[in-house]
């Protein structure tokens, strides 16, 4: 079979070259993938479960979790006290209508120095009529140790620091006990009798003290009626472990 010419081939279309894109170009490629990011964006949208509704059981579990929230912020919240009169259980009756003096100069306690805001007017007033030197004082358990004011004098000579040392430290640690309150230690370094304020009732020696009491309300009840009725007081002393003596 004789073959045929499939004659001249179809000329191929020229592809005109690719030119940097222009400013107009580039806009316009913007856009396009803007409005595929939207679309693939709202597409995830559509396809994403629904977040699942707060179960009734939970709802009031959350709503007294957040009052007690809200009651805990109120009642933790710094609280401005109003005190115009400067009152403090240093100075009861305020300073500002009764202040307290200054100490004389910058005075220590063991090495501590003391802040007139923690003072009473009492032991200021103590306090600055101290003098240097050496003074043997008085311990609550009727010992006597030494106390050292030291004094530290400035440029123009005038009274800086006062520094009242005594020994607390050695080897048994017992001589930091029983020294007297700040007030009676100056007291007795002045040459002054001692403050104390009157003794307070234990709770122990309180209830020992109400027993006693109701003892003897409870003799006394017994010997009323054992005037008339001698048999039940008998009786009565013999329930509450009397004795018959008492009756």
């Known amino acids: 079979m004789p073959e045929t010419d499939p004659g001249p081939a179809a000329p191929v279309p020229h592809t005109p070259a690719l030119e940097p894109a222009g400013p107009e170009a580039a806009a316009d490629l913007a856009a396009i993938v803007d409005r595929l990011v939207t ?14 509704a707060v179960p009734e059981w939970l709802g009031p579990l959350l709503e007294n979790q957040q009052r007690v929230a809200d009651t805990l912020a109120v009642h933790t919240k710094p609280k401005q006290i109003d005190n115009p009169e400067q009152r403090s259980p240093f100075n009861p ?11 004389q100069c910058d ?3 063991c090495g501590v120095s003391l802040s007139r805001a923690t003072l009473t007017v009492t032991e200021i007033e103590l306090l600055n009529r ?5 003074f043997w004082v008085r311990k609550t ?4 140790d030494k106390v050292t004011i030291v004094p530290k004098w400035g440029d123009t000579g005038d009274l800086v620091q006062l520094n009242i040392r005594m020994d ?18 100056c ?17 122990a ?43």
């Open 39 to 52: 679309a693939r964006l709202a597409a995830l949208a559509v396809a994403a479960p629904a977040s699942p």
């Open 93 to 103: 009756a305020g300073d500002r209508d009764h202040p307290r003096p200054d100490l």
């Open 107 to 109: 005075i220590r306690h």
């Open 130 to 134: 101290l003098t240097p030197g050496e």
């Open 141 to 144: 358990d009727g010992s006597e």
């Open 168 to 185: 607390v430290k050695d080897e048994t640690g017992t001589k930091k006990h029983g020294w007297p309150s700040l007030a009676n230690l």
């Open 187 to 203: 007291r007795q370094i002045l040459g002054e009798p001692e403050v104390h304020p009157p003794a307070r009732r234990s709770p």
């Open 205 to 247: 020696a309180g209830r020992r003290a109400a027993r006693a009491g109701e003892a003897d309300l409870t003799a006394h009840t017994l010997q009323e009626i054992g005037r008339t009725r001698p048999e039940i007081a008998a009786s009565l002393a013999t329930m509450l472990d009397r004795p018959t003596d008492r009756v």
